[in-house]
């Protein structure tokens, strides 16, 4: 029976999203996916996404804030959108350079399955969680919006679908490790995919779920927690 969630991400679980009419960000809070899914659940969560996190800090986070004792607890576990982000700024100015994103393949591997390690030796079952799609066109607009030569951003790149690749890359590392720590797997990914155009899902950052992107993906927790947690 799973008494409570334990929440670990980035701005997607933390419900950032971005008001096109400010283009600044701000949370949902109460209509976050997250919120949503523990009042339509009855079960508490504790929220410890952070906006901008990667694997890196959020596997310092966790090993700070974890409590000590969680038998009957889940611990949701969802990295990825930052650790295969760029210094844009740094490859617009040097885009015959070969720079590294955030948190290179391995390494995101390793964080991912020492926070799975650690919620199982605290007694939690860990859920693994896989990345929304991104829509590269406008992500590719959105950080390039303040960068001069942007468009040596698309040199390095080859062109702008590589944004996209490169994103699912991390989403097939997210799939093969829960395969090999033999983990349960949110696939939020395939619930927007299914959708066909998932574009409507996402802010004007191409990256972010939007207030109907959230409410997709509490139907996909609670459809999950339903058919394979022991909820109530």
């Not at 093969?176 to 996402?202: I, K, T």
Request: some cysteine; glycine content about 8%; charged content about 25%.
């Amino acid at each position: 029976m799973i008494s409570k969630i334990e929440v670990w991400g980035d701005s997607i679980l933390r419900g950032v999203v971005l008001d096109p009419e400010t283009r600044r960000y701000s949370r949902l809070k109460e209509a976050s996916c997250v919120a949503l899914s523990s009042r339509a659940l009855g079960i508490p969560a504790e929220n410890h996404a952070r906006f901008g996190m990667t694997s890196e800090k959020g596997r310092v986070v966790m090993e700070r804030e974890i409590p000590a004792h969680a038998e009957g607890e889940a611990a949701l576990i969802g990295f990825g959108g930052n650790d295969i982000d760029y210094d844009w700024r740094a490859v617009a100015a040097d885009p015959h350079a070969e720079p590294l994103p955030h948190t290179p393949p391995k390494r995101f591997c390793e964080n991912m399955r020492a926070m799975v390690c650690l919620a199982r030796s605290r007694g939690m079952e860990p859920l693994l969680m896989t990345l929304p799609p991104i829509d590269a066109v406008r992500y590719y607009e959105w950080i390039g919006r303040d960068i001069e030569g942007k468009e040596n951003i698309l040199v390095w790149l080859g062109d702008v679908q590589q944004i996209y690749r490169s994103h699912a890359a991390y989403n097939r590392l997210v799939l093969e490790l829960a395969r090999q720590l033999g983990c349960r797997l949110v696939d939020l990914r395939a619930s927007f995919l299914e959708n066909g155009d998932y574009r409507p899902y996402l802010c004007m950052d191409g990256i972010h779920p939007n207030a109907e992107g959230h409410a997709l993906m509490e139907r996909v927790f609670l459809r999950y927690a339903r058919e394979n947690l022991r909820t109530a």
